[in-house]
């Protein structure tokens, strides 16, 4: 019997029972394998072979100090704290600026989209005006205008030139138009005329006492021949009529509520 005194800490002194008890097993194994006949040990029951694996790993635990306990202690890794270095996404706010007309040919300013309606003022080109809206239909331009009682009147868009932010405009209904009075029939005031080799040459001048008028019609023996501007005051033609033949001539002022003429003159070569 052995006897150990502990004079060591609980962590040590359970080592070296271990190793004590290892030698011990390895002295008494060898000694019965010496007094065996013919040297050799006999075989170990099933028992035995387990102890002798346990203290073989025993041993080799204390050599590497696998009895020794390990704690380790894990934690969890933060998360990801990288700062973005993409910017909040801009807002790109649109540009605006006025939209403006530009007159590029004497027109004139109406009360509404069209010729049914009463001239305002005559703008000369070079004119620019602010665009209040639009009438695409009959492409007129809705303008400020400092000659209207309104405020503002029409402009054809054929003879103007629109920048700025014109597509920003809105589209405007146009007024309801009044029915105009029918114009005054003009007045012939003179005429001038000249038979040759079987033509007449002849000039004919009117007085225009309309100031709604649409335009003026010219007609030879009850058919128009020509059509003209409004204010139109003048016409002259060469024909071809033989000595002895006449011709009559009217003209003829219209708009949109109807038409009257003046009283006719026949010429006879």
């Known amino acids: ?27 008494f194994f060898t000694a019965l394998a010496c007094g065996l006949p013919g040297g050799e040990p006999p075989p170990l029951s099933v028992d035995d072979q ?35 270095t993409r910017g909040p ?25 069209g010729q049914d309606y009463e001239v305002v003022f005559t703008y000369l080109p070079k004119a620019k005006l602010v665009i209040l809206g639009r009438y695409e239909t009959e492409n ?20 103007v030139e629109v920048t700025g932010s014109y597509w920003a405009v809105p589209s405007v209904t146009p007024p309801a138009t009044s029915t105009p009075p029918p114009p005054q029939a ?33 007609l030879r023996d009850g058919n128009p021949i020509i059509e003209m501007p409004p204010n139109s005051t003048a016409f002259s033609e060469t024909i071809a009529l033989q000595s002895g033949e006449s011709v009559e001539y009217i003209i003829q002022v219209f708009n949109s509520t109807g038409e009257l003429n003046s009283l006719p003159i026949k010429l006879t070569c």
Do not use: H
């Open 1 to 27: 019997m052995f006897l150990f005194r502990q004079e060591c800490g609980d962590t040590i002194c359970k080592m070296r029972s271990k190793r004590l008890s290892l030698a011990f097993l390895t002295l």
């Open 50 to 84: 387990a102890s002798t694996i346990i203290a073989a790993t025993l041993q080799a635990g204390n050599e590497t100090g696998a009895d020794v306990p390990i704690t380790a202690t894990t934690s969890e890794a933060p998360p990801p704290t990288g700062t973005s």
């Open 89 to 113: 996404t801009p807002t790109i706010a649109p540009t605006f600026s006025t939209p403006l007309l530009t007159v590029l040919e004497q027109t004139n300013c109406r009360t509404g989209p």
């Open 140 to 159: 007129y331009w809705l303008v400020k205008s400092e000659f209207s009682p309104t405020g503002s009147c029409w402009l054809w868009g054929e003879f």
């Open 186 to 218: 003009p007045s012939i005031q003179n005429w001038e005329f000249s038979c040759s080799l079987g033509q007449m040459t002849i000039t004919i001048d009117w007085a225009d006492r309309s100031n709604n008028e649409t335009g003026y019609r010219v």
